[in-house]
């Protein structure tokens, strides 16, 4: 379990990080809605599991078998906090229950996908892409995925010539500062509170310049 350095690539070990099962993990994502970020693993044809992750020392927790799936090779969490797999077994779109592990089956993506693969939602439009290797083909694309029927779309090919994209990333406008927790230099108040159609509230933004250090 590594952290990367996105102006030059270089990586700095947090920890080696094997879960309880000895499972291979297959797909790692972060849900903004709760700060949680979540690694899936399994075995395939038989088994997946769906875990916490510690960012600062890479232990793992086990929150339980993802139900009706036998090899979920790819997970992400959309901007409201649902979490969707992809099963390179039966080729379909899974929705997670995050708590439990609990999966049901959306819908086929439309062709057989084999080998690794890894999908992201674009964090600002909610748009569910991912990098998908058919298996059938033998072509490596990029596809959005309908979230309601997990019929995929091919965007094309991804460089020129046959790849296996392993993990992917979305960087999202605003980056951290999204994020209220990431502020403690900033405060507003009032914090929560509704307006009416056409009314104005005002509010009251404070900075302290010792938090921002």
């Given at each position: 379990?590594?952290t990367?350095?996105?102006?030059s690539?270089?990586?700095?070990?947090?920890?080696?990080?094997?879960n309880?099962?000895?499972?291979g993990?297959?797909?790692l994502?972060?849900?903004?809605?709760?700060?949680n970020?979540?690694?899936?693993?399994?075995?395939?044809?038989?088994?997946?599991?769906?875990?916490?992750?510690?960012?600062?020392?890479?232990?793992?927790?086990?929150?339980g078998?993802?139900?009706?799936?036998?090899?979920?090779?790819?997970?992400?969490?959309?901007?409201?906090?649902?979490?969707?797999?992809?099963?390179?077994?039966?080729?379909?779109?899974?929705?997670?229950?995050?708590?439990?592990?609990?999966?049901?089956?959306?819908?086929?993506?439309?062709?057989?996908?084999n080998?690794?693969?890894?999908?992201?939602?674009?964090?600002?439009?909610?748009?569910?892409?991912?990098?998908?290797?058919?298996?059938?083909?033998?072509?490596?694309?990029?596809?959005?995925v309908?979230?309601?029927?997990?019929?995929?779309?091919?965007?094309?090919?991804?460089?020129?010539?046959?790849?296996?994209?392993?993990?992917?990333?979305?960087?999202?406008?605003?980056?951290?500062?999204?994020?209220p927790?990431?502020?403690?230099w900033?405060?507003?108040?009032?914090?929560?509170?509704?307006?009416a159609?056409?009314?104005s509230?005002?509010?009251?933004?404070?900075?302290?310049?010792?938090?921002?250090?």
């Open positions: 379990f590594v990367v350095d996105t102006a690539g270089a990586i700095t070990l947090i920890a080696n990080a094997p309880s099962l000895g499972e993990f297959t797909s994502d972060y849900d903004s809605t709760t700060g970020l979540y690694a899936s693993s399994g075995v395939c044809n038989s088994v997946s599991h769906l875990w916490t992750v510690n960012p600062a020392t890479g232990a793992s927790t086990l929150v078998e993802i139900t009706g799936a036998t090899c979920i090779v790819a997970i992400a969490v959309s901007p409201d906090g649902l979490m969707y797999g992809i099963d390179i077994v039966s080729d379909s779109l899974h929705a997670i229950d995050k708590t439990t592990g609990a999966a049901s089956v959306i819908g086929s993506i439309g062709f057989n996908a080998y690794a693969q890894d999908m992201t939602f674009d964090q600002a439009t909610g748009v569910l892409y991912f990098a998908g290797f058919d298996g059938g083909a033998f072509t490596d694309r990029i596809y959005t309908d979230l309601a029927t997990g019929a995929t779309t091919s965007l094309g090919d991804i460089g020129a010539g046959l790849a296996e994209v392993d993990a992917m990333a979305i960087m999202t406008a605003g980056g951290p500062c999204s994020q927790a990431d502020l403690p900033l405060s507003i108040s009032p914090a929560s509170g509704t307006t159609p056409g009314g509230t005002p509010l009251t933004l404070s900075i302290d310049p010792g938090a921002a250090n």
